[in-house]
């Protein structure tokens, strides 16, 4: 138990000692409350205070703070980036910075790859400590507001984030199982401008009620087609893995915005030229763009 604790202050250690005095306040309020969160954990000691600010604006004079939630392969990532277009705030996929970070020669990386290659999740402290630095990185260059994709994934998680911020929205995007893994084993990333696109192509009959979906493939344009890759952590064993732990793990945090009002369910009807003006509708949104592209 104590080397257990011992651990957990060593991994957040960092986070808390001397540099913190420079962190934003939302950086710090993360590594305060997951601090906070666990009984188990005591400040460092020369730490032992709680840093005093508040991170809560009036959601008058800040941009939005939603939340995307659902299953491996629903479409967090397509319309939580559409949607920060939209809106102009960042769209943060806590999964985009562990991969970034797996991906460099940092020390974590070695251990990042055998948790994410074995679809399980990364400890709350590292997800903690990129998610806070990303935020604060974006600070720093005037971003304001967020779409979090990926985050939180745990109770824990939700409840450091409740504890910090007000989140106004969660969206929480509903598929088929069969359908979610079909579009994780289509889902392709060209290795040199980073673009996703998806080779699935998904018809399947409605039966027993449920509805029929229809999803045309998102294929590359010809500069990136012969520089596709596929995620390490996109193989049928892994994602049957990753489903399993988002059923027991993540779940949970949907009724944890269900109870507070927050959670608006949303059921895709299909690929994006289907659910993306449904998604506007039920968020009351308009996409002139997107609009004016259809007229043309
Ligand atoms: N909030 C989080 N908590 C713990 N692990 C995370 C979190 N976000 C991402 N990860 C790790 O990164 C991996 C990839 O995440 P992501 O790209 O969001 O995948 P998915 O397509 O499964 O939603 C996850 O399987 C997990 O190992």
Same mark, same amino acid.
């Given at each position: 138990?104590?080397?257990?604790?011992?651990?957990?202050?060593?991994?957040?250690?960092?986070?808390?000692?001397?540099?913190?005095?420079?962190?934003?306040?939302?950086?710090?309020?993360?590594?305060?409350?997951?601090?906070?969160?666990?009984?188990?954990?005591?400040?460092?000691?020369?730490?032992?205070?709680?840093?005093? %600010?508040?991170?809560?604006?009036?959601?008058?004079?800040?941009?939005?703070?939603?939340?995307?939630?659902?299953?491996?392969?629903?479409?967090?990532?397509?319309?939580?980036?559409?949607?920060?277009?939209?809106?102009?705030?960042?769209?943060?996929?806590?999964?985009?910075?562990?991969?970034?970070?797996?991906?460099?020669?940092?020390?974590?990386?070695?251990?990042?790859?055998?948790?994410?290659?074995?679809?399980?999740?990364?400890?709350?402290?590292?997800?903690?400590?990129?998610?806070?630095?990303?935020?604060?990185?974006?600070?720093?260059?005037?971003?304001?507001? %967020?779409?979090? $994709?990926?985050?939180?994934?745990?109770?824990?998680?939700?409840?450091?984030?409740?504890?910090?911020?007000?989140?106004?929205?969660?969206?929480?995007?509903?598929?088929?199982? $069969?359908?979610?893994?079909?579009?994780?084993?289509?889902?392709?990333?060209?290795?040199?401008?980073?673009?996703?696109?998806?080779?699935?192509?998904?018809?399947?009959?409605?039966?027993?009620?449920?509805?029929?979906?229809?999803?045309?493939?998102?294929?590359?344009?010809?500069?990136?087609?012969?520089?596709?890759?596929?995620?390490?952590?996109?193989?049928?064993?892994?994602?049957?893995?990753?489903?399993?732990?988002?059923?027991?793990?993540?779940?949970?945090?949907?009724? %944890?915005?269900?109870?507070?009002?927050?959670?608006?369910?949303?059921?895709?009807?299909?690929?994006?030229?289907?659910?993306?003006?449904?998604?506007?509708?039920?968020?009351?949104?308009?996409?002139?763009?997107?609009?004016?592209?259809?007229?043309?």
């Amino acid at each position: 138990m104590a080397a257990a604790r011992l651990n957990r202050l060593l991994k957040l250690k960092p986070l808390l000692s001397s540099p913190s005095l420079r962190f934003s306040p939302i950086r710090r309020g993360l590594c305060a409350a997951a601090l906070d969160s666990d009984a188990d954990v005591r400040f460092p000691s020369g730490l032992d205070h709680k840093p005093s %600010f508040s991170i809560r604006r009036d959601p008058k004079e800040r941009n939005v703070q939603w939340v995307f939630l659902g299953c491996p392969g629903v479409g967090k990532g397509t319309y939580a980036s559409r949607l920060s277009h939209l809106l102009g705030v960042p769209h943060i996929a806590t999964g985009d910075l562990v991969r970034e970070e797996l991906s460099s020669s940092g020390p974590l990386s070695q251990q990042l790859a055998e948790i994410v290659n074995q679809g399980k999740l990364v400890s709350d402290e590292i997800i903690i400590s990129l998610l806070s630095k990303r935020i604060e990185n974006g600070e720093a260059k005037g971003e304001s507001g %967020f779409i979090l $994709d990926g985050f939180p994934r745990t109770i824990r998680q939700a409840e450091i984030l409740e504890g910090v911020t007000d989140i106004d929205l969660v969206i929480n995007l509903k598929l088929r199982e $069969d359908v979610l893994i079909q579009k994780c084993l289509g889902r392709r990333i060209c290795s040199q401008c980073g673009g996703n696109y998806n080779i699935a192509s998904i018809d399947i009959k409605g039966e027993n009620g449920k509805p029929p979906i229809c999803m045309a493939p998102l294929l590359p344009p010809p500069s990136c087609a012969s520089k596709l890759i596929t995620r390490a952590d996109d193989t049928e064993e892994v994602v049957k893995k990753r489903l399993h732990i988002y059923n027991e793990m993540s779940q949970p945090v949907e009724d %944890f915005y269900r109870q507070r009002g927050k959670l608006l369910e949303f059921d895709l009807p299909g690929g994006i030229p289907e659910s993306w003006p449904k998604l506007l509708q039920a968020l009351n949104l308009e996409d002139h763009d997107d609009k004016q592209s259809l007229a043309a």
